[in-house]
């Protein structure tokens, strides 16, 4: 029977990286075990380098609570953002050869898609959910390709914050000015109270008309007509203008 005892550096690393998979956790430690030679006494120390070298990963400098991940997250975005594949790559590895949990970097890479691409690249955001799938589905290490893919998918998409832009004003208007009442003509009307009241009265069904488009006001009265979405010249969104430009102009109102 072995005698080993596990660092605990050691041990803190194999937490890690194992991220919760009790198979390679316990993968690491035999193989650590097995490959340290006992000391005079049959006892197996077993420190952070054996452990290092069973998972085949460094011990980064990477305190998962403290400045230093955010700073590598914060790097991170900032490099898809800015569109460069190699740089996203590396601080990728940073973070997953450190340890941090991978779904939590998939997590960000599907908030960016929305927020940094938006409808740019409508397949950013689908992209950005199956990698997170699959890597849930795999783990790791075989799961890292998949992050690294959406990764160098999202830092070469187009980019637009024309999303996150439009929905910052709305959420504005709704904040500022609460909970305007939903005009009469737009309202459902399951009753026949609610029909006499005026619910549902004139209400211009769009595919009754050419291109399903017709002029009709859909927001408050108190608030007026909105523009928030002001799509880019960039990717698929410049289609979207387009499209826009001309439903507007149908609808008598300003892009």
């Known amino acids: 029977r072995w005698k080993a005892e596990l660092m605990?550096?050691?041990?803190?690393?194999?937490?890690?990286?194992?991220?919760?998979?009790?198979?390679?956790?316990?993968?690491?430690?035999?193989?650590?075990?097995?490959?340290?030679p006992p000391d005079p006494q049959g006892h197996r120390i077993i420190t952070l380098p054996m452990v290092e070298e069973a998972l085949q990963r460094k011990a980064l400098l990477?305190?998962?609570?403290?400045?230093?991940?955010?700073n590598v997250i914060s790097a991170f975005h900032k490099s898809l953002r800015g569109s460069d594949p190699d740089a996203a790559l590396y601080w990728l590895a940073r973070m997953i050869e450190a340890g941090e949990d991978p779904l939590y970097v998939a997590r960000?890479?599907?908030?960016?898609?929305?927020?940094?691409?938006?409808?740019?690249?409508?397949?950013?955001?689908?992209?950005?959910?199956?990698?997170m799938e699959a890597f849930?589905?795999?783990?790791?290490?075989?799961?890292?390709?998949?992050l690294a893919e959406a990764a160098v998918y999202l830092a070469t998409a187009p980019k637009s914050n024309a999303i996150y832009r439009a929905y910052e004003e709305a959420k504005k208007?709704?904040?500022e000015k609460g909970a305007l009442p939903v005009p009469l003509?737009?309202?459902?009307?399951?009753?026949?109270?609610?029909?006499?009241?005026?619910?549902?009265?004139?209400?211009?069904?769009?595919?009754?008309?050419p291109d399903a488009i017709v002029e009709q006001d859909y927001f408050p009265k108190e608030l007026g007509v909105r523009s928030y979405y002001q799509p880019t010249e960039r990717g698929f969104e410049k289609i979207i203008r387009q499209r826009l430009?001309?439903?507007r102009k149908k609808m008598g109102r300003k892009s």
């Open 173 to 175: 208007d709704v904040t």
């Open 108 to 131: 960000r890479m599907v908030r960016f898609a929305s927020e940094d691409i938006g409808l740019a690249d409508p397949q950013a955001l689908t992209l950005a959910l199956r990698s």
């Open 8 to 36: 605990p550096e050691a041990r803190k690393h194999l937490g890690d990286m194992a991220q919760g998979d009790a198979r390679v956790a316990l993968n690491a430690l035999e193989i650590a075990v097995l490959t340290t």
């Open 136 to 146: 849930h589905f795999i783990g790791l290490p075989e799961g890292e390709l998949a």
């Open 185 to 209: 003509h737009i309202r459902n009307a399951p009753t026949r109270l609610m029909v006499e009241l005026g619910y549902g009265r004139g209400y211009k069904y769009a595919h009754d008309y």
């Open 245 to 247: 430009e001309e439903w």
């Open 62 to 70: 990477y305190d998962k609570e403290g400045e230093e991940h955010y």
